[in-house]
């Protein structure tokens, strides 16, 4: 238990501190592709790395952590994944509903006022829950 402790603070730490230098890693690995985001990946493998419980004390946090990423690198690159962005995947939602909700409707509502309504959504401030 008190590994599990040790282990988390020494991980909180190095990713507080290096932060940028992952980032600056994980852009130098990725091609320069809009919808593969460095945050998106580290993000993704500190998520895992901190749910993780039960596992030995970290010797080399340093080289545990980069070596996390980039496995996640090689995944993303051989599965082709692609992270979308908070906003792109909103509207995606957005259309989705819209059309469901609408299906059967006879009140179709113009372009201009769609490209209204959805500029007004985004100017919405959206409080982050992280």
Do not use: C, W
Not at 20 to 37: G, Q, T
Not at 96 to 122: G, H, M, R, T, V
């Amino acid at each position: 238990m008190a590994s599990d402790k040790n282990n988390d603070q020494q991980l909180k730490n190095f990713f507080n501190e290096e932060y940028h230098n992952l980032k600056a890693y994980v852009n130098s690995k990725i091609e320069n592709d809009a919808d593969r985001d460095a945050e998106d990946i580290i993000q993704d493998v500190a998520l895992k790395i901190f749910s993780r419980k039960n596992i030995s004390p970290i010797n080399n946090v340093p080289g545990f952590v980069y070596h996390s990423i980039k496995n996640k690198i090689i995944d993303v690159m051989r599965k082709g994944t692609k992270y979308t962005h908070v906003e792109d995947e909103f509207e995606n939602q957005l259309t989705d509903f819209a059309e469901a909700f609408y299906e059967n409707s006879e009140d179709s509502y113009s372009e201009a006022l769609k490209e209204e309504l959805k500029k007004a959504i985004f100017s919405l401030n959206f409080k982050s829950t992280l």
